[in-house]
């Protein structure tokens, strides 16, 4: 991206370049790798490098009134309504637990107002 804005890096060979690297390392939250199969259930193709996994599915009209459902109660802040759906539509979902068990979520909202707490 930096050469394609024709600009330069800066480092040591090249003082006088446009944009500084720094490597930080991994942050809270981000990941070097992502899991594409949800499921146990997989078996493999002709091809070594392909899986094939078979997962449960949802009607079409479930999972539109289920996403009507989320969004309500997304945009409501009403967050045990919104694990509840997400726990019963997705079978292998598990909420992301945080230090002593309690929801990463539920230390976002303030306990009194239930507005989420900018950061």
Known sequence: ??????????DEE???GDVVIEVVGLRP???LDEELLIGEDVEGTLHSLIMRAYEHELSWGLLQESLTELDLASQSFNCEKVLALLTSLVREYAPALHGDGELLWRMMVEPK???????
């Open 113 to 119: 107002s239930g507005n989420v707490a900018l950061h």
């Open 1 to 10: 991206m930096i050469h394609l804005s024709e600009l330069k890096v800066r």
């Open 14 to 16: 090249h003082p006088d």
């Open 29 to 31: 939250g981000e990941k």
